[in-house]
């Protein structure tokens, strides 16, 4: 049974007695205030943009405010319940935690932090590929389980690895993000001109990869030969005059990469993996037919994230995959596009019941999660909301988010007459835009 949220309630309330409020903001406008005032305008930019215009960062805020809860009345509805089983493994809550890169921008512990808050609130992460931490260290703390993203690069090597660190470690599935295969056009960070992962920040998935190190010391190889063969007079560059920036952002490089920092400093191997790390990051090439080839590859169950159209859930089926994640990356990958709620009904219809069907893209609250399972999926992955709180109380904060996420999503299944999500009822869907469409 989910734990009643007058539970959470109650013990927001008696701690106002004593003075005590919540660590974090309880609501997503206020939480994410909050949050932009301790983020740094490099980290806030990163975690709140998204592609172009963010016309489908609103889209997908927008969809949810179409969709209305009915309340229904005198149903007793004293318990509820909102378990749900996703491959053989009892969830208590069908809430999971969405994968998100470069946390090291956000908070010194990173998804060290993550996992422990997830932890203590009983849900499971998806350890981002992006991650500060490697998989390795993440997952012992990740005590409500663990699943892994992968984002396939061009080496298949890497990607063997990859699968291979996630079964060892003890990973329940395996996550590959399909709408990533080159980076979408977000002006908030092209503005500042950052990229985290050109500063050593959410690669140590990668840094502490066997393969990859052999890659990052094949590229070290490299630049030192091509160093040896034009070091003659008539062939020689003038070495740019290092600017202030450039020399904070070798520090930054160094200070990241695995080992002393002194060592690191002095070495070509930090930069080295930076400049590996951008080259075989993504591969724009994917296809259908390196899908086919996962089920020779790993033990783990497949969710293929980024699924918008039920031809693509079909086939996705059909090459073995054993769940889909439908997901606009949260509007960060295509502006203008389909809002992740309004494709989830169709893709849950193709999928028919044959494999779970998990929402991310615009999570906001518990009445956001309510309104999700009712239309369809079987869990949704939360994902910026849990990021403002590790960056205001670092594992509590991403603990309390989650807490009052499921907080609401009990109360609000109490009030609309509903001891399951499939009790709930919603108003005939409305075509007609919101008068006003919440950012973020």
């Not at 490099?42 to 997908?60: I, L």
């Not at 606009?328 to 989830?344: F, K, P, S």
């Not at 309104?371 to 109380?393: M, N, Q």
Request: hydrophobic letters at 40%; proline letters at 6%; a positive charge.
């Amino acid at each position: 049974m989910t734990p009643s949220g007058r539970v959470r309630q109650d013990e927001v309330y008696r701690g106002g007695i004593t003075g005590r409020r919540p660590v974090v903001p309880t609501a997503f406008p206020a939480l994410e205030r909050r949050a932009r005032r301790v983020m740094s305008r490099r980290a806030h930019a990163y975690v709140a943009g998204g592609a172009g215009s963010e016309e489908t960062v609103r889209a997908n805020r927008a969809a949810f405010e179409r969709h209305r809860i009915v309340p229904r009345m005198l149903r007793g509805v004293g318990e509820r319940d909102t378990s749900v089983e996703i491959f053989g493994h009892r969830h208590e809550h069908p809430l999971l935690l969405a994968p998100i890169g470069a946390c090291d921008l956000v908070h010194r512990r990173a998804d060290l932090a993550v996992a422990e808050g997830a932890a203590h609130a009983g849900v499971t992460m998806i350890v981002s590929n992006q991650a500060g931490h490697p998989s390795e260290e993440i997952a012992p703390r990740a005590t409500a389980g663990w699943w892994s993203q992968l984002y396939w690069s061009t080496s298949d090597d890497l990607v063997d690895s990859f699968l291979a660190r996630a079964e060892a470690a003890g990973a329940g599935a395996v996550v590959v993000t399909l709408d990533t295969t080159t980076l979408g056009w977000r002006p908030r960070d092209l503005d500042l001109g950052h990229l985290p992962f050109a500063r050593g920040l959410g690669i140590a998935q990668y840094t502490s990869d066997p393969v990859f190190a052999r890659l990052t010391q094949e590229t070290a190889d490299r630049a030192s030969d091509a160093k040896r063969s034009g070091a003659g007079p008539s062939t020689r560059r003038p070495s740019p005059t290092p600017t202030p920036a450039a020399v904070r952002t070798l520090l930054e490089i160094s200070r990241h990469h695995p080992g002393a920092f002194l060592d690191n400093l002095r070495s070509p191997l930090p930069r080295a993996a930076v400049e590996t790390f951008l080259r075989v990051y993504s591969r724009p090439t994917l296809s259908w037919d390196d899908i086919a080839t996962l089920r020779s590859r790993t033990r783990l169950p497949v969710v293929l994230k980024g699924v918008l159209h039920p031809d693509d859930a079909r086939r996705a089926l059909d090459h073995g995959v054993d769940g889909v994640l439908v997901s606009n990356h949260g509007g960060r990958q295509v502006d203008g596009g389909v809002a992740a709620l309004d494709a989830l009904p169709g893709v849950a219809e193709a999928v028919d019941g044959r494999a779970p069907v998990l929402l991310d893209s615009g999570i906001r609250s518990g009445s956001d999660v309510a309104r999700a399972l009712a239309l369809g999926a079987t869990a949704v992955c939360l994902g910026r909301p849990w990021v403002y709180g590790l960056a205001l109380a670092g594992a509590a904060g991403v603990s309390q988010v989650i807490r009052d996420v499921l907080a609401e999503l009990d109360l609000t299944l109490a009030l609309a007459g509903a001891r399951t999500v499939a009790d709930l009822e919603l108003a005939p869907f409305a075509t007609a835009e919101p008068a006003v469409q919440a950012r973020g």
